[in-house]
């Protein structure tokens, strides 16, 4: 599973531990930059992001807080420092690690590791965005 295959399977049915995506090299402080002017926050989060490379199997954060999946997954998001919590049929929280301003490194709750890259801004993963939530 990816990164966020395991934040949705999570989400819907707490599962188990996953395979490692990709490693961050030397995890910075909660909430520093891992790049120039790269931060862990909302600007940052705010977007689609895919763990396999297609935005059709994507997590979309909004900025007031919502977020959904291209599967159904949906419910609201909060950030504090650099761990991201989401809450939908269940709550999970992750710690995000900013690689560039388009990738970021995930670390789940059991410590398994991911790699997630920012969708092209505009691509529309799902219709009727605010009848969710």
């Known amino acids: 599973m990816n990164a966020f295959s395991i934040l949705a399977a999570a989400l819907l049915m707490l599962t188990g531990p996953a395979t490692v ?8 402080e909660a909430g520093t930059a891992r790049g120039p002017d790269v931060r862990v926050n909302r600007a940052f989060l705010v977007g689609a992001w895919t763990d396999d490379g297609d935005c059709g199997h994507a997590i979309e954060f909004l900025g007031d807080g919502r ?8 419910g ?4 504090e420092g650099a761990e991201l919590t989401m809450a939908g049929d269940n709550i999970l929280t992750v710690r995000i690690v900013p690689l560039d301003q388009d990738r970021m490194g995930v670390i789940g709750p059991d410590g398994a590791l991911g790699q997630s890259t920012r969708c092209v801004a505009g691509e529309e993963l799902r219709p ?4 969710i939530v």
Do not use: H, N, T
């Open 128 to 131: 009727g965005i605010d009848e």
């Open 76 to 79: 609201i998001w909060q950030l």
């Open 21 to 28: 995506a990709a490693e961050p090299a030397g995890e910075p």
């Open 67 to 74: 977020f959904f999946g291209s599967d159904g997954l949906r």
